[in-house]
Structures are given as C-alpha cells and as structure tokens.
C-alpha cells in the first residue's frame, strides 16, 4: 500500500501539492476559530460569581380583557387567556451579565403548562419540560448573554404551543451588559390574538368570551394586536380634525425632552413580524452576540425601523428631542388598525418611576429582578439611604 502512495505522490505535480497544503491551510483557518472560540459556550453553562436571583412564575387561565370599549370594539372585548402571574403578558424578568437566575415554575392551571428560556443556552437550562397540573419545576439558567431574550410556554413538548402562545403565555427576560449607559427604561411585548368571538372592526363580541380560533390561525388572520396584552392599552385617540375615541382609561409613557431612552420591544407573534418605528424619533438597535469568551452587544445607529421576528426581542434606544405626542408602531398598517401603537409624551414633569404598571424594568446591578417589584422599588428610591443599597 504504502509503494502505491508513494508512486503517486512521484507523478503529482508541484501546483496540485500546493493546492492541497492550500486547502489544509484554509480548513484550518476556518476550523481552528470554532475550536477556540467554544470557551464562550462552557462560560455561558457554568455559574458565575454574580448574583443568583429567584423567580416564581404561575401558569394558569384566565378571563382577561383585551380591547377597550371604543368604535371600534363596541362594549370592549374579553378572552379566555393563558397567563404567567396573573398578566399577559407574563412579568419583565431582569438580569445583569454574569448573574444566574433560578427559575420556578408552578403550574396552577388546569391544563399542562411549560416554560422556554430563549436566553437559556443548552436544552437542560432553556426547557422546564411539560408540569402537570398542580405541579412545579426548579432549575437555573447559568450566566446568560446581554440581550432581550423572549420567553414562552411551550405547552406539552411543542404540541399546542401555537394555542398556548397566541393566548398570552409569553413575556421578556432583561439581561443588561455591564458597561451599560444609564436611561429611563421601558419594556412592551406585542402580540396576535386569534379570537372565535370576534365578529371583527365595528362589531366586536357581542359581550361573548371568545378563545383560540384555530381556523384563524391557520389563515393568519389575526382580530387584535396586543400591547401588552390589550389592543391601544396606551394610546387614547387617533385623529386631530376627525378624532376617534380608542381607550378613555389609557395611561401613556411619560418621558423627558432630550433623555435617554431604552425601550426593551418584543414580539410574540406568533405568526408575524413586527416593523417597529417611533413617530418623529430616531433609533438605534443593539443586538446580543458572543465572541470568544466576550459577550457584548453592537449597535445600529439612527435607524427609522427596526424588524423584529416572531419571538425575537430588541433593545432600542431613542430620544424625544422636543415635548410633544410621540407614536411607537408597528409599521404594518394592517396592525396599527387592530391596536399595535402606543404614545410616548415628551414632558419636562416627567420623572424616574412614572413608567405605566408593568412597564419598569429593573435596572442594571438592581437588587430587584421582576417588573412586578415596581412599587417597592419606587418605595425604596423615594429614600435615598434605601435607594443606595437597592443599586449595589
């Protein structure tokens, strides 16, 4: 065997072995950086000697209201939901790089409920598996990478996920870099509702409880576009000349003139993307990656829209240079109609806490870890002793 070879390697020319030491040389430029670069992976699998926060989210159902009593949606419109904690969407859960998060699911519904991490790197850290009824699962996500990060039910191993999902079992984990610039924070979910009671625009429910319409799904013809859970929650009327009514009871976002502003937007379909763009503000999207054992984000400067796929989350940050009536939307003119836009008012009053419920995101290096701890947050920073300790 080894004459044959031999007599081979006698007849090649000097150009075909240069080309084959070529190609070994390439293979391992190409290869060597995968190997070397995997150090991010056991990094990110193993904990850390940050903080280890605790998190309990709820599954369950429930009927929750999802559009208000408008023109649109004559006598406002009610859903049977899936809910984590009691809300669609599910709480912000928030982190800062290096921390470790323990996760506890309880599952206080009646049907089976699971939980899927998108920051979770690897299947043992992203899944909780399928809980029954009555049942709970704890497990820990390891030292996940800066970003926005969706999570979601994932039902019963995949099957019903796309009913779980559309019914509102959804909700954003935070995790802030390290050398993050401090803003006013924000964090807004959207979302599709596919409802076998909705008659459409102008007609509604009719004051029936309507539930997941597959049919609907399947056609991808969705009746509402959630913002945080209810179609126009934020945004009271459109029109100047021709005003139309949509929510009497909407709360919006108060900013300052001139401030930073960091908007945590994700979209939980499930079926469509989101064209998000702010209404007289520029914007600038960041997005998570990992380099070597590095685990940064980069930065997309004055953009005028921003796509974000089903499940996926951004961070974006504006600034409202003038007071005024600002618009966040999603671009599809179809979703504006079925509620996807909210107002932000540029206004000099405006102040560090005044964030809608459920909208605060703890901030980086918080002791808090869940936007549903807003009020004794705003309880702790309205002394400044407490509020020293809260940031450590």
């Known amino acids: 065997m080894f004459l044959i070879v031999d007599s081979i390697l006698r007849l090649m020319n000097k150009e075909v072995l240069a080309g084959i030491v070529a190609s070994v040389l390439v293979a391992g430029l190409i ?3 995968l190997l070397v670069g995997q150090s991010h992976v056991a990094q990110a699998q193993a904990a850390t000697s940050g903080k280890t926060k ?28 899936m809910v984590f904690n009691g809300t669609v969407p599910g709480p912000v859960i928030s982190l800062t790089q290096g921390d470790n998060v323990q996760i506890t699911l309880r599952n206080d519904g009646k049907v089976i409920h699971s939980l899927d991490f998108h920051m979770g790197y690897g299947a043992s850290q992203a899944n909780s598996g399928p809980i029954q009824p009555g049942k709970s699962f704890t497990w820990t996500i390891n030292n996940p990478a800066p970003g926005a990060w969706f999570y979601h039910c994932s039902a019963d191993a995949l099957n019903g996920i796309w009913e779980h999902i559309s019914n509102g079992m959804y909700g954003g984990t935070v995790v802030h870099p390290l050398g993050e610039t401090p803003a006013k924070e924000f964090y807004m979910v959207f979302g599709q509702l596919f ?51 949509l929510n009497n009871n909407a709360t919006v976002f108060k900013v300052k003139p001139g401030e930073l502003t960091r908007w945590y937007i994700f979209n939980a379909g499930p079926n469509d993307g989101v064209s998000f763009h702010f209404i007289g503000g520029y914007q600038s999207a960041k997005y998570g990656y990992a380099n070597g054992t590095q685990r940064l984000l980069t930065q997309d400067q004055n953009d005028q829209v921003n796509w974000i796929p089903v499940s996926g989350g951004q961070v974006i940050e504006s600034t409202f240079p003038l007071p005024g009536v600002y618009v966040g939307v999603d671009h599809n003119m179809n979703h504006v109609l079925k509620g996807a836009a909210f107002a932000v008012l540029a206004v ?35 002394s400044p002793a407490a509020g020293a300790k809260a940031t450590k």
């Open 195 to 245: 409802n076998t009671a909705d008659q459409g625009l102008f007609n509604g429910t009719k004051g029936k409880v309507g539930s997941f319409d597959l049919k609907k799904f399947i056609a991808d013809q969705p009746d509402l576009m959630l913002t945080n859970g209810m179609a126009f929650k934020y945004t009271p009327s459109v029109g100047k000349i021709v005003k139309i009514p």
């Open 54 to 81: 605790k998190v309990l989210l709820i599954a369950n159902e429930k009927v929750v209201q999802v559009a208000p009593d408008d023109p649109l949606h004559p006598g406002g419109i009610k859903y049977n939901a």
């Open 31 to 33: 290869f060597t950086p």
């Open 348 to 382: 000099n009053n405006s102040t560090a806490g005044d964030q809608p419920p459920g909208t605060w995101v703890p901030p980086k290096a918080s002791s808090f870890v869940s936007g549903e701890q807003q009020p004794a947050a705003m309880k702790m920073m309205s």
